[in-house]
């Protein structure tokens, strides 16, 4: 089998032969492997399954001073301390203008100009067009959590017509994105902190489930696999999510929920993507622990397909380095 052929197996929920992985990094803990291969180009030899292409813009992010970024919809991010994503400095949308913001274009053709290209170049691999902050996250970003959280409770028409403007949006980059030969949509929301949901299990039966499941529905009436990242605790609405048309879940994070109970009870109908700690065995462990950890999951999380092993985030700058090669090895050797 080749990646992409074993990516569709264990999504068909089919045993592979080898398990299928992918492995991300952060800006810091990629460096860091840059130096320990002395090899700049190291990420593209790992045998990662997934070729993920953006859905964003060119040109899409600015910069707006030394520390100051700014995206496709006006969202400035300083990335003095977390250079990755950053923390939302500005509020865009609020009750008031909510009528004059205007959203970019979803029909920009520089958003797909190189799909085909890539498509060509990489046919042994699994193709996913990402979405990221595609929904409660852009909500927040635009306006403020602090703000849509109250607003979910004390102004819904305001947050209604915020999320179906996100939810328009949205619908026209999977409608685009889906015109091509890929394979998935990963739409990245995350919903969850490390006891449960953010906004709590009513509100997102009010505000997230009926648009997320225009947007897998969507996706899914095109051929296209769902996958979702949620990081946090959000295990309580896999039902749910499954019942939307959701295919893969993502980060599955082991520090709050037992992976193995979540394979017993949804693993006929939902895959797993991630699993591997990054909060306690890839920082803190041994290397032992690690190609323990890393063997365990491959054996019974992937057992009868179901499963694309990756540590459960991009691999954090505490990660020892000694960690992460025993986990590439593991993975590469099965």
Known sequence: MNNRERVLATLNHEQPDKIPYNIGFTKKSHAKMVEFYKDPDFASKLGNCLTNLSSE?????????????????????????????GVVCNCLVTPENISEYRFPDANDLSRYENYNEILKANKDRFFVVQIGFSLYERAWTLTGMENLLMAMITNKDFVHLLLDKILDFNMKIIENACSFNIDA???????????????GPQLWDEFIKPRIKKMYGLAKSKGKFVSIHSCGKVDRMFPDLIECGLDVFNPFQPEVMDVFDMKKKYGNSLSFYGGISTQKTLPYGTVTQ????????????GKDGGYIASPAHAIPP?????????????????
């Not at 910069?63 to 990755?84: A, L, T, Y």
């Not at 949509?185 to 995350?190: A, L, S, T, W, Y």
């Not at 690690?290 to 999380?301: F, G, Q, S």
């Open 57 to 85: 813009p060119k040109g899409s992010w600015k910069k707006k001073s030394p520390n100051i970024w700014e995206d496709q919809f006006g969202v400035q991010w300083d990335r003095s301390v977390d250079k990755d994503i």
């Open 185 to 199: 949509m990963h739409f990245g929301d995350d919903w969850g902190q490390q006891t449960g949901l953010i906004m």
């Open 290 to 301: 690690v190609r323990d950890e890393v063997k365990k999951l491959l054996d019974v999380i």
């Open 318 to 334: 505490d990660a020892k380095t000694e960690n992460i090669v025993a986990m590439i090895e593991t993975l590469q050797n099965q």
